[in-house]
């Protein structure tokens, strides 16, 4: 079937500015609450939220096999089931009417005053409801870097890692949109000099620069997905900050990995970022180190060239840059981590969430987390109102954004922005 939304010529009769994460080509998805208090599925074309539950009710979609409630849910699991035959017709569909030679929705005031929303008017809600999250380690600069601090350069990977991509199973339930603060979490860590541990705060609170797949239903239990099959059943991708308490992980992680130094929040941007519409930015993943085994083979580009960064905001202040890196450095790539988390019969289903592991690059401006960046705190780095961050302190914002670019067109995801509060304090009753 045609991607023809894709069309780098076409342009909107809405209004789209030239940096705009959002152009008509890109037509994401997502989840948000109108200013009547309304929740509806939605998408968006530079800074205008469109209703696709009213456009529905109001017969733009009479063409394509959709049940009358698709988007008026809380969540984008069931159309995200439908599969990608559905989300390209939705998607192609979209295009035409806000194309700007197509009048049938233009020409029509009531219905743009229905369907149409200023970004001040909506609230944006986590767009799919996440039944299982799985978070890879799939960066191999990343892995590197981390491996050097804790093990020495000798032995910085894993005898593994080379030969799969390496994941664990996260918590679901703490994942959050962007704008929704988060507290400094709490836990045992195991002070210098000191066989003893404590509880208290976490010290070294720290960003994970990452990106999240969302998959639909893929395979019954038993069933693996073949690695030449596996991008039918990824929707789309987002912006995913996983958050981290260093010293809490550090004391805890042998010998089951990650627990509560990685359970007490995770941020995802709000609008997922179709496959298709990323089509256009294919590219070569990085060529293997040691040969891989075949179900892990691959032909094609399986990578994507998505540039990212991350900021810190302390309060009150401006916002520092202090990470530039790119999606395409992934040594593990989607195709591969879904492959293998499928190989022996691990069922997937629509809604669930794939993180990359933190993405870092070659440069060390490129690494994507404090840890790398200040390596272990031993170089701070200084904001633009002259203070100084080895990792990240209460009330800073730390703000992701990631978008795609060339001669034709910039596709974007926006941003994910979370404010760390100190320690949460209960209201004690008198």
Not at 78 to 87: E, L, P, Q, S
Not at 103 to 119: M, Q
Not at 339 to 361: E, Q, W
Request: glycine share 8%; hydrophobic share 35%; proline share 7%.
């Amino acid at each position: 079937m045609p991607n023809f939304a894709n069309n780098p010529d076409r342009t909107s009769w809405l209004h789209v500015g030239k940096s705009s994460d959002f152009p008509i080509q890109n037509i994401p998805f997502g989840v948000f609450l109108t200013r009547d208090d309304i929740i509806t599925i939605g998408t968006r074309i530079g800074d205008t939220a469109i209703d696709l539950g009213a456009l529905h009710q109001l017969g733009y979609f009479k063409d394509i096999p959709l049940t009358d409630d698709i988007f008026l849910q809380d969540s984008l699991n069931d159309f995200i089931a439908d599969g990608r035959k559905t989300w390209r017709l939705v998607r192609n569909r979209i295009a035409e009417i806000f194309d700007k030679n197509d009048t049938s929705l233009k020409h029509n005031t009531k219905h743009k005053e229905i369907v149409l929303f200023r970004l001040d008017e909506i609230e944006m809600q986590l767009p799919v409801h996440i039944g299982d999250y799985t978070d890879f380690y799939a960066s191999i600069e990343h892995a590197t870097n981390v491996g050097t601090m804790f093990r020495g350069k000798e032995n910085a990977l894993m005898p593994n890692w080379l030969h799969m991509p390496v994941g664990y199973h996260g918590r679901s339930s703490s994942i959050i949109p962007s704008g929704i603060p988060i507290h400094r979490p709490q836990g045992q860590t195991l002070p210098a000099d000191s066989d003893t541990p404590i509880f208290g705060p976490s010290k070294l609170v720290d960003f994970e620069l990452e990106m999240a797949f969302i998959t639909t239903d893929a395979n019954d239990l038993g069933e693996p997905i073949p690695i030449d099959e596996v991008e039918d059943y990824i929707f789309g991708l987002v912006l995913f900050n996983d958050w981290s308490a260093r010293d809490i992980q550090k004391w805890e992680y042998v010998p089951l990995g990650p627990f509560l130094g990685k359970n007490f929040a995770s941020t995802i941007s709000p609008w997922i970022v179709t496959l298709d519409a990323l089509e256009p930015f294919r590219v070569e993943s990085p060529k293997p180190k040691k040969k891989q085994l075949p179900y892990l083979q691959y032909k094609g580009k399986k990578s994507f060239d998505i540039n990212l960064e991350v900021a810190i905001r302390p309060k009150g202040h401006k916002e520092t840059t202090v990470c530039k890196s790119n999606f395409k450095h992934m040594y593990w790539n989607m195709a591969q981590q879904l492959a293998h988390h499928t190989v022996n019969g691990c069922p997937v289903n629509s809604g669930d969430m794939m993180g990359s592991g933190t993405i870092s690059g070659p440069t060390p401006d490129s690494y994507g987390s404090m840890l790398e960046l200040t390596w272990r705190g031993e170089n701070p780095i200084k904001m633009k109102d002259g203070s100084e961050r080895k990792f990240i302190n209460d009330h800073d914002t730390v703000i992701m954004r990631g978008f795609c670019k060339n001669d034709d067109v910039r596709i974007g995801f926006g941003e994910v922005s979370t404010q760390l509060l100190p320690v949460f304090k209960p209201h004690r009753k008198n």
